[in-house]
C-alpha cells in the first residue's frame, strides 16, 4: 500500500517555472515505477511523465518534452517534477501516481495508487 500527497503548485507566469514534489509512504516505495498526470477543466486527465523505480529509466508525453524532468529521491520516499518554460496550456491539477510493476506506461489505469492532486495555474 502507498498513499501519496502532492505539494508545490501555484500560480506562476508564462515562461516561469514550478517544481512539484510527491511525498509516498510505504516501506516498499523504491520498487514503485512513479508517474505524473494532469487534468486540465473539462479536459480528461494526460499523461505527463513516467521514472522507473532503478536505474532512472524516464519517459515524458511530447507535449512536455524539454521543459519538464522527473526525478525520485527513493530514500526520501519523494518524487518531483520540475517544470520549466510554463505555458497557460500547462494549468491543470497535477497528480501523482504509483505503479506496482517495473515497466514505464502511460494510461492512466495501468497505476495503483494515486494522490489528491495540487494545482498548476499559469498565467498570460
Known amino acids: 500500500q502507498v498513499q501519496l500527497n502532492e505539494s508545490g503548485g501555484g500560480l506562476v507566469q508564462a515562461g516561469g517555472s514550478l517544481r512539484l514534489s510527491c511525498a509516498a509512504s510505504?516501506?516498499?516505495?523504491?520498487?514503485?515505477?512513479m508517474g505524473w498526470f494532469r487534468q486540465a477543466p473539462g479536459k480528461e486527465r494526460e499523461f505527463v511523465a513516467t521514472?522507473?523505480?532503478?536505474?532512472?529509466?524516464?519517459y515524458y508525453a511530447d507535449s512536455v518534452k524539454g521543459r519538464f524532468i522527473i526525478s525520485r529521491d527513493n530514500a526520501k520516499n519523494a518524487v518531483y517534477l520540475q517544470m520549466n518554460s510554463l505555458t497557460p496550456a500547462d494549468t491543470a491539477i497535477y497528480y501523482c501516481?504509483?505503479?506496482?510493476?517495473?515497466?514505464?506506461?502511460?494510461?492512466?489505469?495501468?497505476?495503483?495508487?494515486w494522490g489528491q492532486g495540487t494545482q498548476v495555474t499559469v498565467s498570460e
Open positions: 501516481a504509483a505503479r506496482d510493476r517495473t515497466t514505464l506506461e502511460t494510461p492512466d489505469d495501468r497505476y495503483d495508487y
Open positions: 510505504g516501506r516498499t516505495f523504491s520498487r514503485y515505477t
Open positions: 521514472i522507473s523505480w532503478s536505474y532512472g529509466r524516464t
